[in-house]
C-alpha cells in the first residue's frame, strides 16, 4: 500500500514537474517568438529625444517662443531634477523601482486576476521602465501580445542599463499635458521657472498629473481632482517613508500658484520672422525636433516699452482717422533690432481683429494685427523722412550747410509728361535759405534743388535758379547717386529705373520699408560706418554647442564730415523751430537727438525718424489699407516717438555725438 502511494506522489511529482518545465519552456519560446523583432533596448542611447527649439530674448531669460511639432520638450540630466520630484513619482507610479527587474511580478498579477474578473484588459500594473517602454516603441493598444513585449523589453531594459539612467530617460519623456512632454517642459509651461526651483507640493503636482494629463489640467474643469491628488501624492511619499507627516501636512497647506495659460508668443511680428528665417535655414521639421537656442538681438525691456508707447498713441491717433501704427529701434553701432513692434497690439493680445469687423485683409481693412509694417513686404512712401539721404549726397560732394538756395516758385521741367512745380509743406516761399534751413525745416522746393547739386558736374557756389526746364538730365544724375547712396545705407526699395521716381523722390515719392529706414538712419549715428541689421546674436544646438554667431563688420559708406552734419541739423532744434515750434515733440530738453519727420502728400503715411549715439528709432503711423489720416508725421508718429525715447533716456547716461 505505501509502495502504490509512493508511486502515485512520483507519478504526481513528474507529471508536476514535466507541466512545469513545459510551462517554462512555453514562456521561454513564446518570448523569443515576441522578442526576435522588438527593437533592441540599446536604441534609447542611440536615439534623441525629440526636443522643441526656443527663441529667447538677447539675454536669454525672456522665452519668445517655443517651436514644436506635437511634442514640446527641454531635456534636463537627473541632478538637475529635485530628489522629491523623482521620489514623488516614484512612490504613485512605481514604489518598487529600486528593488524589481523590469516588471513588478505582483501588479501584473493583480492585473490579470482584474481583467479575468471583466472580462477586458484594461488594468496595466506598469513599472516604470514599462510606461518607458511603451512610450517609446510600443502603442497603447491593450492586447496580450503588445503586452508580453513590453514586459519582454522591460527586463531587458532594465538588465542593460542602471535605474538612474531609466529614470532620467523616464522623467525627460513622459507627457504632462498642454503638448509638454518630460518634467522641464511641463514645469516651465505650468509654474514659469525651471524643474530645479520647483517646491516640494509643484514636484507631488507634476507627479500628479502623470496618470490622466488632460484630464487633470489645471487650466481645465478637473482642477480640484488634481489637487486632491496632489495630496494623495504626499501621502504617499510618507507611506514610503521618504517623507514625515508634519512635513507632508505643511506642504498640503501651500498654494499652488499656476502660471496663468498665456499668449504663446512674445514681440509676435519680430519673432515670426525670425521663425521664417529659421525655417529657410534650417527647415520646420528640424527646429521643431531639434532643441535649438536662439538668442535674438531683441532687448524684451526695450520691447515692452515700444509696445506700450504705440498702443498709448494709437488709442489717441484714432481720433484722428489713423488705426495703425509700427515701431522699430536698431543699435546703430552692432545694427542689432532691439525693439520691433509690427502692429500696433500688445504681445499678450495676439492676434487680436481686423478693424473694422468683417474687413477683407489686404484690401478695406484699417488695421490688420498679423501683419508686419516695419517689414512690409510693398514698403510704403517715406515723405520727407527720405530727404536726408539726398543732403548727404550733397555733403558727400563737398557742399556745406551754409551753401544758399532759393525758396521760390520753380519749374523743375518736365518729367512724366507734366511740368514739374511742388510747392512747401505750407504753401509759402521763403527766398534764399541755407542748406541747413532747407533740410532742419523739411522745405520741399530748396530740398528738391539740393538734387540737382548731387547730379551737376559743376561746383556751384550758390543756387538761385528757378526754372529747370531742359536740365532734367541733371536732376537723373543727381536721382542715381542719391539712391545709390541710400541703397548703400540700407534701403532695399528702390529697384526702379529712375524716370519712375523723379525729383519727388525727394519728397518721399519711393516706397520703403520702417526696418529698412531706421536701419540708414543708424549709418548718420555710427558716423558713416554701415552695419546690416540683426535679428540673431547666436545659436546653439541642443548639447550647447555654438552653430552661428553673429560676427558683421562694419563698412563706411558716408564720410564722417558729411555723417555729423546731417546729425547736427537734425538735432538743431533752433534750426528748425520756425516750422515745428521750440517745443515740439522733436524736442528732448538737455539731449541731442537728431530727428526728422515725413508725411506723404495725401497723408496716408505719417512718420518720425530719430537717432541718438545708441540707438536708432522708427515710427510709422497710417492704415493698413490707405485711407488718409487728419494728422503728419510731426502729429501723428512723433508723440510715440518722444515717448518711448523719453523713457529710455531717464535710465540711460548722457551721450552724444
Not at 516640494?200 to 482642477?223: C, F, N, Q, R, V
Not at 485683409?361 to 498679423?370: A, R, S, V, Y
Not at 505719417?606 to 522708427?618: D, E, K, N
Amino acid at each position: 500500500m505505501k509502495k502504490k502511494k509512493n508511486k502515485k506522489l512520483i507519478s504526481f511529482l513528474k507529471f508536476f514537474g514535466g507541466f512545469f518545465i513545459f510551462i517554462i519552456l512555453s514562456f521561454f519560446f513564446l518570448f523569443i517568438y515576441y522578442a526576435k523583432d522588438l527593437p533592441r533596448p540599446e536604441k534609447f542611447t542611440e536615439r534623441e529625444l525629440i526636443q522643441s527649439s526656443k527663441i529667447y530674448d538677447r539675454t536669454g531669460k525672456i522665452l519668445l517662443y517655443e517651436i514644436y511639432g506635437e511634442e514640446r520638450r527641454t531635456r534636463v540630466s537627473l541632478d538637475k531634477i529635485p530628489d522629491y520630484l523623482k521620489k514623488a513619482v516614484i512612490s504613485v507610479e512605481d514604489k518598487d523601482f529600486y528593488s524589481h527587474f523590469g516588471i513588478d511580478l505582483k501588479s501584473i498579477a493583480r492585473s490579470i486576476l482584474a481583467n479575468l474578473k471583466i472580462g477586458k484588459p484594461l488594468y496595466g500594473g506598469s513599472t516604470i521602465p514599462q510606461q518607458l517602454v511603451r512610450s517609446t516603441f510600443l502603442s497603447n493598444e491593450k492586447t496580450i501580445e503588445r503586452k508580453i513585449k513590453e514586459i519582454v523589453l522591460s527586463i531587458e531594459l532594465d538588465r542593460r542599463y542602471s535605474k538612474k539612467q531609466i529614470l532620467e530617460w523616464y522623467l525627460n519623456q513622459i507627457p504632462l499635458g498642454q503638448n509638454c512632454y518630460g518634467v522641464e517642459a511641463a514645469s516651465q509651461t505650468y509654474f514659469g521657472k525651471s524643474v530645479s526651483e520647483i517646491s516640494l507640493p509643484e514636484a507631488a503636482t507634476l507627479a500628479a498629473l502623470i496618470k490622466a494629463p488632460s484630464l487633470l489640467s489645471p487650466y481645465g474643469e478637473k482642477k480640484a481632482e488634481l489637487l486632491a491628488r496632489k495630496d494623495y501624492v504626499l501621502d504617499q511619499m510618507v507611506k514610503e517613508g521618504y517623507l514625515k507627516k508634519e512635513e507632508v501636512e505643511k506642504a498640503k497647506k501651500e498654494e499652488i500658484v499656476f502660471l496663468e495659460k498665456k499668449t504663446e508668443i512674445l514681440a509676435p511680428h519680430f519673432t515670426l520672422w525670425v521663425k521664417k528665417q529659421l525655417e529657410e535655414i534650417y527647415g520646420k521639421r528640424y527646429l521643431e525636433e531639434e532643441g535649438l537656442k536662439v538668442y535674438t538681438a531683441l532687448d524684451w525691456e526695450l520691447q515692452e516699452l515700444a509696445e506700450k508707447s504705440v498702443f498709448k498713441g494709437m488709442e489717441k491717433n484714432k481720433n484722428f482717422g489713423a488705426y495703425n501704427a509700427g515701431l522699430i529701434a536698431i543699435d546703430p553701432k552692432t545694427g542689432e533690432i532691439l525693439a520691433m513692434v509690427g502692429s500696433a497690439i500688445k504681445s499678450e493680445d495676439y492676434p487680436g481683429k481686423v478693424y473694422p469687423e468683417n474687413c477683407t485683409p489686404g484690401k478695406n481693412c484699417l488695421f490688420e494685427p498679423e501683419f508686419n509694417v516695419a517689414i512690409g513686404e510693398t514698403g510704403r512712401q517715406p515723405g520727407s523722412a527720405f530727404k536726408p539721404f539726398i543732403y548727404a549726397s550733397a555733403f558727400e560732394k563737398g557742399y556745406d550747410d551754409k551753401m544758399e538756395v532759393s525758396d521760390e516758385f520753380t519749374n523743375f521741367g518736365v518729367w512724366g509728361q507734366k511740368e514739374y512745380y511742388p510747392e512747401n509743406y505750407d504753401g509759402k516761399f521763403r527766398g534764399r535759405v541755407t542748406l541747413r534751413e532747407g533740410l532742419a525745416q523739411s522745405l520741399n522746393v530748396p530740398s528738391i534743388k539740393v538734387l540737382y547739386l548731387v547730379g551737376s558736374d559743376e561746383k556751384l557756389e550758390n543756387l538761385l535758379i528757378n526754372d529747370f526746364r531742359g536740365k532734367e538730365e541733371v536732376f537723373s544724375n543727381g536721382l542715381k547717386r542719391s539712391i545709390q547712396l541710400a541703397k548703400e545705407m540700407g534701403i532695399s526699395t528702390l529697384e526702379k529705373p529712375v524716370s519712375f521716381y523723379g525729383p519727388s523722390i525727394v519728397l518721399g515719392g519711393g516706397e520703403v520699408k520702417l526696418l529698412d529706414l531706421a536701419l540708414a538712419y543708424g549709418v548718420f549715428a555710427n558716423g558713416g560706418m554701415f552695419l546690416p541689421y540683426s535679428s540673431i546674436l547666436k545659436i546653439e544646438d541642443s548639447k550647447g554647442n555654438v552653430i552661428f554667431e553673429n560676427e558683421k563688420s562694419p563698412e563706411r559708406i558716408l564720410s564722417q564730415k558729411s555723417a555729423k552734419l546731417i546729425t547736427d541739423i537734425l538735432s538743431d532744434n533752433q534750426a528748425r523751430a520756425p516750422i515745428f515750434g521750440f517745443f515740439s515733440p522733436l524736442y528732448f530738453p538737455g539731449y541731442q537727438i537728431a530727428v526728422k519727420t515725413g508725411t506723404t502728400q495725401n497723408f496716408k503715411d505719417a512718420w518720425t525718424i530719430g537717432y541718438t549715439p545708441f540707438i536708432s528709432v522708427g515710427v510709422w503711423v497710417g492704415n493698413n489699407d490707405g485711407t488718409p489720416i487728419k494728422r503728419s508725421g510731426v502729429m501723428a508718429a512723433a508723440p510715440i516717438f518722444h515717448s518711448f525715447l523719453e523713457e529710455i533716456l531717464k535710465n540711460h547716461p548722457k551721450e552724444n555725438f
